[in-house]
């Protein structure tokens, strides 16, 4: 998430009540997750575990619950509770705009495109030409949709990641200020889910298809030409390159890649990366002939100790 303008390190201090370490007037030009920081953002880390991973990151501010030592040419925020401030900063650049009606007047929508009875357009969406948006559809603020696109009945894009902190009190949400952006010529079944990205965008890339009552995890980028069939929950901030086929009632972990062109066959379980041109199988998921090998194996498993019994007698 870019801010609308560049603001001053104190600026940003002041505005979430903490210290900081380095020069006042440091640059600060948005906010984002560590997985897509670049120079200008925050990145905020609240567990020991991770500070070297976010000090050394791209990100060129800090948002932390200890003062430490600050690499050269980075800046520090020091908070008692980061995940609370960074929600903060949220609240503040991309805060909830309510709408009380069925298309907001901010939305742009392209030439020959069809919206069906029902839908809901929030706030800054922008729809391409040529698309079809059909009944009870609902697209969340600031989704951008490119040209040729259907999106069939009951789909939601947009709605909150899922991602909780666990205190004592409850789960406390990090709040979702980024996008989706579905790119030209994608085809989305109906029931379909796919969540904005914390900071981010989740991407839809342009050609892929994707089958009824899918789920797309927060900031997830998905390449061109995809295929996946329906069931299919992808979680968050996962890669999936171009011309992957992913079969009904896979699901995926967090965070992991998925090859250029892999395969990946229905009802298996994606626990970690996996490189392209492969097909996969089985939970967790593994190439898939060595799988099936290894389930014909364990077939013959009930003769091979009748076969140990009978040499023992």
Not at 211 to 234: E, F, M, P, R, Y
Not at 274 to 286: M, N, R, S
Request: with cysteine; charged share 20%.
């Amino acid at each position: 998430m870019k801010f609308p303008k560049t603001y001053k390190l104190k600026e940003i201090a002041t505005l979430i009540g903490c210290d900081f370490v380095g020069p006042e007037d440091f640059p600060v030009l948005g906010m984002n997750e560590i997985h897509v920081v670049e120079p200008g953002d925050i990145v905020f880390v609240d567990h020991p575990k991770y500070y070297d991973k976010a000090l050394n990151s791209a990100a060129t501010i800090v948002l932390i619950n200890k003062e430490v030592e600050c690499p050269d040419g980075k800046a520090l925020l020091v908070s008692e509770d980061p995940f609370r401030d960074f929600n903060k900063l949220t609240r503040h650049f991309k805060p909830f705009q309510a709408s009380n009606v069925a298309i907001a007047p901010t939305a742009k929508i392209g030439e020959n495109t069809i919206i069906q009875p029902n839908c809901f357009i929030g706030n800054n969406v922008i729809i391409g030409d040529n698309c079809i948006i059909h009944s009870n559809v609902s697209i969340y603020d600031d989704a951008v949709i490119g040209d040729n696109v259907t999106i069939h009945a009951g789909t939601i894009l947009g709605a909150n990641a899922f991602y909780y902190k666990n205190r004592p009190e409850g789960f406390d949400q990090l709040l979702s200020g980024g996008r989706v952006v579905i790119k030209d010529n994608v085809d989305i079944g109906a029931a379909c889910t796919i969540d904005r990205g914390v900071t981010g965008d989740t991407i839809i890339g342009e050609g892929s298809k994707l089958d009824n009552q899918i789920q797309i995890g927060h900031d997830t980028v998905i390449g061109k030409k995809c295929l996946i069939a329906s069931q299919a929950g992808i979680a968050g901030c996962v890669v999936i390159e171009d011309e992957v086929t992913i079969w009904g009632q896979v699901g995926s972990t967090s965070g992991i890649t998925i090859g250029e062109k892999a395969v990946i066959l229905a009802q298996s379980g994606v626990s970690k990366s996996l490189e392209g041109h492969k097909t996969y199988f089985g939970y967790p998921a593994e190439e898939s002939r060595q799988k099936l090998k290894e389930m014909a194996m364990i077939k013959q498993i009930p003769k091979i100790l009748d076969d140990i019994k009978n040499i023992k007698q």
